[in-house]
């Protein structure tokens, strides 16, 4: 029980965090309504008639599902800044595990990063996208835990770096490319061998698709919108959220205790 | 009593370092005991104390707190410890109280809420006490980033103590206490030591603060100089001497070699005598003295003297 304790107050510190800093909390929200607006608009006017099914529909869930995992991974660096201020001094002497912790800041950051859902949905009712009410109870929990996919992936860049500053530089290379190599605005089909590859080991790519997966399901443009069954995806992200959970949690710890 | 704490060549070298910052270093602490580690800065005080706390791994060596051993039960250390570290460790983000009640949450002392008021009672009673102690009362709802250097190192007290700790590290605790507050810690943490089942390790450049501990250690450069009680320490290392003199130096000079017993200068004369002698002393002479000067070392001349020889030493 004091384990599900810590992981809900370390989460519940995120949470108020984000709620006593309005800034955050607003350009949270501007930020993917933005994306859609703009760039999704624009995709689907030029391309919607050459792929042959709803553009906007396919960069909309896209753009979902990535500022779901990119959020909450970048979220998650948050935990090198308790170290340089000393703050994870506490969590590192407390009697709880440290998968406690980094589960803990997992679920903070994924509820920081749902609080997003509300101008994406927002967005969505505003652009006309088709979205009925099964879908919408369907897509809400598969999004969150699209968040938790996201924090562990977070977890595994930050554990290599021993500094906020260090991580801001470089989280960019790792996140950027997957929103191109996952196809959250473009299809990934018929692509060159090695873009194939690339595509294939990207994190990001899996969670697309899985959502995509899902909203299509049983629509004649399902073939076309998706490359993996949303099991196979599912099957390789839990593959991946548990290697990045353990592998990172290993080297954080490993890297704060043998300075 | 039992051993409570058990460190035996203990030794940590950084990785970027080139030199050890705790080196071969070995004690004892008994259950119930105040113990004192002195030294100057970089002599391995928080190195040590980061190893026994468990948030940082030796190089090699043992460390047993409670029976455990401080690598491999590391979580069965944790739930009997509670540290005030040198640097605070809180967050601005929130108030006072949500502080305390993010550390107690994660030591078991409290289940999760987010309402102070559903929280048990003996918690917001704790939370009082403490904050009345530490004179912080009418600030617990107020967010950190209204609050001084001095009121956070207040905080990080409370937190400290909030869950009632079988052992107690505390890393230089008083640093930017004013004197008052500094008093009513110390009373506290004296009376707590009194009930006899709170083990206090202290690291401190207050020397006075060391002097009521059941023992002192001092190290400088990774390495233990000196230990014993604080008595022992000033007997054992600082020169315990009188000065006198009388109207009739020469006469008085006679005296003091009839008696056997060191002595410099012409008069006035330093003569090295313990102070449990003084009294023997005295009978014995007939001189009449005109000055007596009893040099009565404090634990901070014992703290200088031997960092001063390690120094010297070092050259």
Same mark, same amino acid.
């Given at each position: 029980?004091? %384990?599900? /304790? ?60 990535? /500022?779901?995992?990119?959020? *909450? ?7 090198? &800044?308790?170290?340089? /201020? ?22 903070? &950051? ?37 968040? +938790? ?10 554990? /290599? ?18 929103? +191109?190599?996952?196809?959250?605005? %473009? ?8 873009? %194939?590859?690339?595509?294939?080991? *990207? ?17 004649? &443009? ?9 099991? %196979? ?22 890297? &704060?205790?043998?300075? | ?88 460790? #809180? ?15 994660? $030591? ?97 450049? $207050? ?53 056997? #017993? ?9 003569? $090295? ?29 014992? $703290? ?12």
């Amino acid at each position: 029980m004091r %384990t599900f /304790n810590a992981i809900f107050i370390i989460a519940y510190r995120d949470v108020l965090k984000l709620f006593r800093d309005k800034r955050r909390l607003f350009s949270g929200l501007i930020f993917p309504i933005a994306s859609i607006a703009i760039l999704g608009s624009s995709l689907d006017a030029n391309l919607s008639q050459t792929v042959g099914f709803n553009f906007l529909v396919f960069v909309y869930l896209g753009v979902m599902v990535q /500022n779901m995992f990119s959020s *909450t991974a970048s979220g998650i660096a948050w935990l090198i &800044e308790d170290r340089q /201020n000393d703050f994870s001094q506490s969590f590192f002497v407390a009697p709880i595990s440290r998968y406690a912790i980094i589960f803990g800041k997992i679920l903070g &950051e994924s509820i920081v990063s749902y609080t997003q859902i509300l101008g994406l949905l927002a967005i969505g009712y505003i652009l006309n996208i088709p979205l009925d009410l099964n879908k919408l109870l369907l897509l809400l929990p598969i999004l969150f835990l699209i968040c +938790f996919f996201g924090g562990a992936f977070g977890v595994l860049i930050m554990a /290599n770096f021993m500094d906020k500053r260090s991580i801001d530089q470089v989280f960019p290379f790792f996140i950027f490319p997957q929103f +191109f190599l996952s196809g959250v605005f %473009t299809p990934m089909k018929n692509l060159p061998d090695y873009l %194939t590859v690339l595509s294939r080991i *990207t994190p990001l790519f899996y969670a697309v698709d899985f959502v995509r997966g899902i909203y299509f399901y049983g629509k004649p &443009e399902y073939s076309e919108v998706v490359i993996y069954s949303p099991l %196979t995806n599912l099957i390789v992200m839990t593959v991946m959220f548990f290697a990045f959970i353990i592998i990172g949690t290993y080297i954080f710890v490993k890297s &704060e205790k043998e300075r | 009593m039992k051993d409570i704490i058990v460190v035996d060549n203990l030794i940590k070298k950084y990785k970027t370092a080139e030199t050890n910052a705790v080196d071969g270093v070995s004690f004892k602490v008994e259950e119930g005991e105040f113990f004192s580690m002195l030294g100057p800065n970089g002599a391995g005080k928080t190195t040590t104390l980061s190893i026994l706390n468990t948030t940082l791994n030796p190089t090699s060596g043992k460390v047993r707190i409670s029976g455990f051993d401080a690598i491999n039960n590391a979580s069965k250390i944790r739930e009997k410890i509670g540290v005030i570290f040198q640097s605070p460790s #809180l967050d601005v983000n929130m108030t006072a109280e949500e502080n305390i009640r993010f550390h107690s949450v994660l $030591y078991g002392y409290i289940p999760f809420s987010y309402r102070y008021k559903s929280l048990p009672k003996k918690y917001q009673l704790r939370v009082e006490e403490l904050a009345s102690l530490m004179d912080l009362t009418s600030e617990l709802h107020k967010p950190l980033k209204e609050f001084s250097g001095g009121m956070k190192r207040k905080l990080e007290i409370i937190i400290g103590l909030i869950h009632n700790p079988k052992i107690l590290f505390l890393d230089e605790p008083t640093i930017g206490l004013d004197p008052l507050t500094r008093k009513n810690l110390w009373d506290y943490l004296l009376q707590v030591k009194k009930k006899g089942d709170t083990t206090i390790f202290l690291t401190t450049h $207050y020397i006075e603060e060391a002097e009521n501990s059941d023992h002192v250690m001092i190290i400088n450069k990774g390495k233990v100089v000196s230990f014993g009680t604080p008595e022992e320490l000033k007997e054992d290392l600082i020169e315990e001497f009188i000065v006198i003199s009388s109207m009739n130096n020469e006469f008085l000079r006679q005296e003091l070699i009839s008696a056997k #017993l060191k002595f410099e200068g012409d008069g006035p004369f330093k003569v $090295y005598i313990k102070e449990k002698d003084l009294q023997t002393l005295f009978q014995k002479l007939k001189s009449k003295l005109s000055l007596i000067q009893v040099h009565n070392p404090t634990l901070e001349q014992v $703290y200088l003297k031997i960092i001063g020889d390690a120094k010297h030493e070092n050259l």
